[in-house]
């Protein structure tokens, strides 16, 4: 790889910097006949290699570290391989189209997909598609938005074993929900997954991301989504891997004019979830909704950063995020609205409430504003408690036993999350599975 | 007749403070009773601890239902034996629906008595018919518990609950507090039609006016922590009358 032997030495010559190298020009001597892709590699790998991975003194970080993870990571970098295209698995929920993606690439064959829509990957990328694919693999998650630029999007792009591109087209209502399964197998590898959306003007797409996998997987996922003009994408993205298993995520959604997106983000797996939000609203009047919940029970340590940045005029965002921790758990929620002094005329709410359901679960959580223009209406707000003793004596002295009356509380209480979810048999499976491990919950409690 | 509730030299503090200092009263199924009192005098304090709320520290006196140490029950085990509290303030519940309230409380109880649960069309009439009684829109019925409902709406609710439950001896705290006479006349109406030679209630109020619309068998004014004169339906409009502070002036002479 010529480019690497001529590049700057990076600042911080760890041993961190070598596996990645390696990594990426084993990858590139696999995938043959896409040389394009080496030099989207090699650059992205010059500045991962300066950044580093991201750590506590950065303000974005401060409460996860990854350095408990690095050797296994680096470990793993050696093991680094094209994997082969894997087969389909059978669908898991009925009335979807189902997609999946393992270990980072698409399996085929695709059967027919839905009118009005696309879904490509490197194997099978239309020549006119090269360019955009070739733009966003490019680009950071958001240009404007400097903290985002950590060293996981351009790690994604130098080890990256596919692309997978979902398109519609201009005005097409795509009737059906589209299921994406990413799925993790190999627990020898880190596992990259890398998802374009591009939604034409006017039309409308339901999208819901499911992460699951095997025994200590580590996942580094990113997700880039383009909403054209007047355009409606109603996306879900449920994190549910294994107790050890790993995810780091940056998705980045931006909407034009007019375009609208709801996002509900569910977390209920995993050892070490870290999902970083970024959603610009940037053209006039785009809107977006955000629901958020998670479940950090057990050893499990659950991030969730959110960004929702106005950037043009009579631009709207809401967001309600809920956490609950038990045993020794530890949530943190940042979500920080950004009104730019384009943005006149914005609406935005954000909420986060969050449930303790035992004394050595821990949540931290830090709500912010940032605005740069007068002409705005602004909320924000945030609570951590137990669950409320009056409402708990209320269902008590209607007859529900304590342990009762505290699964109906903390059901109750996520349950709200999760009434936008369009596709029904997920969202019921959701329901029993969060209020099983909440049953769990309060047994082990008395 | 036989005993329901017989409280005896009850004496119950509250964050160190003795609010309740020694107070006796029976009650025998089919009877109604009137507590009456100033603000603070301890009422609720009265139906809380009989209802068994965390945070009241019983320092003497005994309480037996039904010949059962209530005092030793836990509130969910005083519900299923037939007890009921219509709170002073209703809470709001988001996320759990009226109905299914009712219906996990119903089917608690039934299993206590070692009944099966009840059939889905059975719950329904009867939730409806009470519905009707209480001159309630049956959408309420989706919607989460007192979620967003006016005062007034929150203890029609309470008095709805309590008619679908069926209870045994119903503790009614100030649920006339709040409501408009309308409201007050759909309130009594539901409690009325519920009396039964079977069930007794305690009617906490702080006004004469509910006792217009329940003639209670029994009147009791609390003051100072107990039980400082107990007559018939006439003592309501004494008081209403002369104001609290001649019997208590009386009563401390
Ligand atoms: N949690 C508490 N801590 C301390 N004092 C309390 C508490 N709850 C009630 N009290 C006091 O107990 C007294 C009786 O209150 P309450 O039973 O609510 O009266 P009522 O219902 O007759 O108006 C009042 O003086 C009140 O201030
Ligand atoms: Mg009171």
Redesign the pocket.
């Known amino acids: 790889m010529a480019q690497s032997t001529v590049r700057d030495e990076p600042r911080d010559q760890t041993a961190a910097s070598r596996p990645w190298q390696v990594a990426a020009e084993q990858l590139s001597n696999t995938a043959s006949g896409l040389d394009w892709l080496t030099e989207r590699r090699t650059a992205a790998l010059v500045r991962a290699d300066c950044l580093g991975l991201p750590d506590q003194s950065q303000e974005e970080w401060r409460y996860t570290s990854l350095t408990p993870f690095a050797r296994r990571w680096l470990d793993h970098l050696a093991g680094a391989r094209l994997p082969a295209v894997p087969e389909p698995v059978p669908p898991t929920l009925a009335g979807v189209f189902s997609v999946d993606i393992v270990d980072g690439r698409l399996c085929a064959p695709l059967l027919a997909t839905p009118p009005g829509l696309t879904i490509q990957s490197l194997q099978n990328l239309g020549a006119e598609w090269r360019t955009r694919v070739e733009a966003l693999l490019g680009s950071v998650v958001s240009p404007t938005d400097t903290s985002a630029s950590d060293s996981l999007v351009d790690l994604n792009t130098a080890l990256l074993t596919d692309v997978v591109l979902v398109t519609t087209e201009p005005g097409a209502s795509v009737a059906m929900p589209i299921h994406i399964r990413l799925q993790a197998t190999a627990a020898s590898a880190l596992c990259q997954t890398r998802l374009l959306v591009d939604l034409a003007a006017g039309s409308r797409l339901t999208l819901s991301l499911e992460f699951t996998g095997t025994a200590a997987v580590l996942v580094n996922a990113v997700s880039q989504m383009c909403l054209g003009r007047d355009s409606e994408l109603n996306l879900v993205r449920v994190q549910a891997l294994p107790d050890d298993g790993m995810l780091l995520e940056s998705t980045s959604i931006e909407a034009k004019d007019s375009a609208a997106v709801t996002v509900t983000s569910v977390d209920l797996g995993g050892q070490l979830s870290r999902q970083s939000l970024t959603v610009r609203l940037a053209g006039t009047g785009a809107s977006a909704t955000v629901h958020g919940l998670f479940l950090a029970d057990g050893q499990r340590h659950i991030d969730n950063r959110t960004r929702l940045q106005h950037e043009a005029p009579s631009t709207t965002s809401r967001e309600f995020f809920r956490g609950i921790a038990a045993d020794r758990g530890h949530g943190v929620f940042s979500g920080k609205i950004i009104v730019q002094p384009g943005a006149a005329g914005s609406n935005a709410a954000l909420t986060n409430r969050n449930l303790l359901l035992t004394t050595t679960a821990e949540i931290d959580t830090k709500p912010e504003l940032e605005i740069y223009v007068d002409d705005v209406r602004c909320s924000h707000g945030a609570t951590t408690g137990q669950l409320d003793a009056n409402a708990l004596f209320y269902l008590q002295s209607r007859g529900l036993d304590l342990s009762t009356a505290r699964q109906v509380l903390t059901a109750a209480f996520l349950r709200d999350s999760l009434t936008g979810i369009p596709l029904p048999e997920l969202r019921e499976r959701l329901e029993a599975r969060l209020e099983s491990r909440l049953q769990a919950q309060s047994g082990a409690a008395r | 007749m036989s005993t329901l509730l017989e409280v005896s030299g009850l004496r119950v503090a509250?964050?160190g403070?003795e609010?309740l200092t020694g107070l006796d009263l029976v009650v025998r199924p089919g009877e109604v009773h009137a507590i009456m009192?100033p603000?603070?005098?301890?009422?609720?304090?009265?139906a809380h601890v009989l209802s068994g709320r965390d945070?009241y520290v019983v320092t003497g006196g005994s309480v037996s239902y039904q010949g059962l140490d209530l005092l030793a029950m836990a509130p969910e085990e005083r519900a299923r034996a037939g007890l009921f509290l219509g709170f002073?303030y209703p809470v709001e519940i988001p996320g759990v629906s009226n109905v299914y309230l009712l219906r996990s409380a119903l089917n608690a109880r039934r299993s206590a008595r070692g009944e099966s649960e009840i059939d889905a069309a059975g719950f329904l009439r009867l939730v409806k018919a009470r519905a009707r009684l209480m001159q309630m829109d049956e959408s309420f019925l989706q919607r989460g518990v007192n979620e967003g409902f006016s005062g007034g709406e929150k203890k029609r609710n309470e008095i709805f609950q309590m008619a679908v439950l069926e209870p045994v001896l119903a503790i009614l705290d100030e649920t006339d507090s709040g409501l408009d006479i309308d409201a007050l006349k759909i309130v009594s109406n539901g409690v009325n039609s519920l009396r039964d030679p079977a069930r007794a209630f305690i009617l906490v109020t702080h006004y004469q006016r509910l006792l217009d619309y329940i003639r209670p068998d029994f009147v009791h004014v609390?003051a100072g922590g107990r039980i400082i004169r107990t007559g018939d339906h006439t003592l309501a409009l004494e008081l209403e009358a002369d104001g609290y502070e001649q019997i208590l002036a009386a009563a401390s002479t």
């Open positions: 509250v964050g403070k609010i009192g603000n603070g005098s301890g009422k609720s304090t009265l945070g002073q609390l």
